[in-house]
């Protein structure tokens, strides 16, 4: 299934059915999953005022699941289920067992950035304003193929390094890159920083 076709506006304008049934494999997905390593260890050196904050395109929760704070959702959350027609709150649960707005009667949606909608521009703002303000912007396990989070990096003052299995398009933009994965190098990394302090 073409996702820009299930998980856009017209989708949840005119075959609600079908978006509601896609969101709903997702959460369902989602069931007994949870932060890896690396999601804790980003957690760990926030603790430590390492990292500052946290911008992602992840729309699971896992960064704070594993203890960071201060993240920046670009994406938005799956789990933050809402009315679409007057934007009260509602539980997944609700979502996943087909019932409308209690309020006004409307359908429910995950609040994840859908195919026709621009990314929330608080929460832009915000990452932007952090990563303007790097002194080293940690780019990890992205392809940056997709517009216009891929802009971000350009921002940053500081060194710029990417950390993903495969090369990108934009390696060249980083003062450093590395091709692995980004679990296994952030364990090294944070052995490394184990032993010098």
């Known amino acids: 299934m073409d996702p820009s076709q299930v998980a856009s506006v017209n989708a949840l304008t005119h075959n609600y ?31 430590k005022g ?3 904050a946290v911008v992602t395109q992840n729309i699971d929760g ?3 699941d594993a203890g960071s704070r201060k993240v920046y959702e670009l994406h938005g959350a799956i789990n933050a289920i809402r009315c679409r ?18 309020w006004c009667g409307g359908n429910l949606r995950p609040g994840v950035v859908l195919f026709g909608e621009g990314l929330p521009t608080d929460v832009w703002n915000e990452a932007y ?38 090369k990108t398009l934009m390696d060249n933009l980083f003062d450093l890159v590395i091709n692995a994965r980004a679990g296994m190098v952030l364990e090294e990394v944070n052995k490394v920083l184990r032993e010098t302090r």
Request: hydrophobic residues 40%; charged residues 30%; proline residues 2%.
């Open 17 to 47: 059915e079908l978006f509601r049934e896609f969101y709903k494999y997702r959460i369902k997905m989602l069931e007994g999953c949870k932060f890896n390593r690396g999601h804790k260890i980003l957690a760990d050196w926030e603790d």
């Open 50 to 52: 390492l990292v500052k």
């Open 62 to 64: 896992f960064h704070e």
């Open 85 to 102: 027609a007057c934007g009260k709150d509602h539980s997944v649960e609700d979502f996943v067992n087909d019932k409308q707005c209690e």
């Open 129 to 166: 304003e952090e990563i303007l303000k790097s002194d080293l912007l940690l780019v990890i396990g992205t392809s940056l193929n997709v517009s216009p989070v891929n802009s971000l990096p350009a921002v940053a003052k500081g060194r710029r390094v990417l950390i993903n299995a495969e």
